[in-house]
């Protein structure tokens, strides 16, 4: 009776989840093979000489890749430097930092162009010196780099925190200087978590749309970024705009398996390295 009642429980369990899975997966996978399933491959093709789709992939890569140098030459030592010290308002900094990933990118949007818009808290000021960023590429950039930044700087700092600082000293110890421990200790042994939260970087900043229109504008060749082009080629030309989320979703999904393989060498390096300290015999008394 006893067994009778588990393995009746097991099997409740195991429906429970298979269930779960079904829906889970359905949900998530349908609207994305409904979006594969649309066209032709013919179609997708001709439509990669379609002057919106070019004009919007090039400006998009053009302000993700700046932003991505933006992101990565700032963060990476307000980074380090959060991750090796503590300091008054530490927490309040940190939660300032990561609070675009949770703000509303509307909220973003108009927050950037009361600081920098024409009639903006710094933009004023700008524009006393004939410099306008709002509704332009910088304006773009901007955005982008606002809503994409906590990604790296969050994942910049656990890699740096994982390194451990007896490597740093050791370095120091043999004479290197701290530039030179930094850049040829520091990065490489944190060097997959960096890159994994670049990639991150990269894609969120690809895929930002609210901030951008409403601080940058929806302006073909100079703000139309690729989310915006669908968003306006969404009434016009639907092919356009269904053949620009097959290539977002393309590369959104090359940057979540390249961070998956990324975190799981990272994973086999630590293993690898704990069964090499196991394999240390103990000092002799």
């Known amino acids: 009776m006893v ?3 588990g393995t009746l429980s097991r099997t409740i369990a195991f429906v429970i989840f298979f269930l779960a899975f079904v829906v889970v997966v359905t949900f998530v ?5 409904a979006l594969f399933a649309y066209g032709t491959l013919s179609g997708f093709l001709n439509s990669l000489s379609s002057p919106v789709l070019v004009q919007a992939l090039q400006l998009s890569l053009v302000t993700t890749l700046t932003t991505l140098l933006l992101v ?9 430097f959060n991750a090796r010290h503590s300091y008054h308002g530490k927490r309040m900094i940190e939660t300032l930092i990561d609070l675009p990933i949770v703000l509303p990118p509307a909220v973003a949007g108009i927050a950037l162009l009361l600081a920098f818009g ?4 710094l933009g004023q000021y700008f524009g006393i010196l004939g410099i306008n960023i709002a509704f332009t590429t910088t304006a773009v950039i901007l955005a982008q780099t606002f809503v994409s930044s906590p990604f790296y700087i969050r994942q910049a700092t656990t890699s740096f925190e994982d390194v451990d600082p007896d490597y740093e000293r050791a370095a120091h110890t043999l004479g290197a200087s701290g530039a030179g421990t930094f850049f040829r200790v520091t990065v490489p042994i944190a ?3 960096l890159v994994s939260g670049a990639l991150m970087t990269w894609a969120r900043a690809l895929g930002e749309f609210g901030a951008t229109i409403i601080f940058a504008g929806n302006f ?6 690729m989310p915006l082009a669908i968003y306006s080629e969404l009434s016009i030309n639907l092919d356009i705009a269904a053949y620009l989320g097959v290539i977002l979703v393309l590369i959104s999904f090359a940057v979540i ?3 998956k393989v990324l975190t ?3 994973k086999g390096a630590v293993k690898e390295k704990e069964s090499i300290l196991d394999r240390v015999p103990p000092p002799s008394d």
């Not at 990565?72 to 380090?80: D, H, K």
């Not at 024409?118 to 808290?121: K, M």
């Not at 073909?220 to 970024?225: A, D, H, I, L």
């Open 3 to 5: 067994q009778l009642t």
């Open 257 to 259: 398996a390249s961070v």
């Open 29 to 33: 996978g349908l609207p994305l093979v």
């Open 191 to 193: 060097l997959n978590g």
């Open 118 to 121: 024409r009639r903006g808290l």
């Open 264 to 266: 799981l060498k990272e």
């Open 72 to 80: 990565i030459t700032f963060g990476t030592p307000v980074a380090y």
């Open 220 to 225: 073909q060749g100079v703000t139309q970024t």
